[in-house]
């Protein structure tokens, strides 16, 4: 099982990133998909995930409507595009199979001017 994140890097306060997450070595369309993030001296957050198809979606109270989660279960990815970047989204972003413990190595996602 590999889970593969790209997309990150450096943005500024307001700019909008998508992260892209490409799942091999499983049944990508069987398993629902979710993104975490982890912040300098701060613990693991739920940002967003989705189930198997993309029909249903949940997301962090705190995030305010300004990230949407997609899937392609044809190309095996699951993306997580974010808008009106805030300087405390700059996190660690990780995706991971459902509820499983199968997770990427993260990619650093950075909101500064």
């Known amino acids: 099982v590999e889970l593969m994140e790209s997309g990150g890097g450096l943005v500024q306060p307001g700019g909008s990133k998508t992260l892209s997450c490409t799942g091999s070595g499983f049944i990508f369309a069987n398993e629902p998909m979710r993104w975490f993030r982890q912040a300098p001296g701060k613990e693991r957050e739920f940002v967003a995930g989705t189930n198997w198809d993309g029909t249903e979606t949940e997301y962090a109270a705190s995030l305010k409507g300004r990230f949407t989660i997609s899937r392609d279960n044809a190309k095996k990815t699951v993306d997580l595009q974010m808008n009106n970047l805030e300087p405390e989204d700059t996190a660690v972003y990780y995706c991971?199979?459902?509820?499983?413990?199968?997770w990427g190595q993260g990619i650093q996602v950075t909101v500064s001017s």
């Open positions: 991971t199979i459902g509820y499983t413990n199968y």
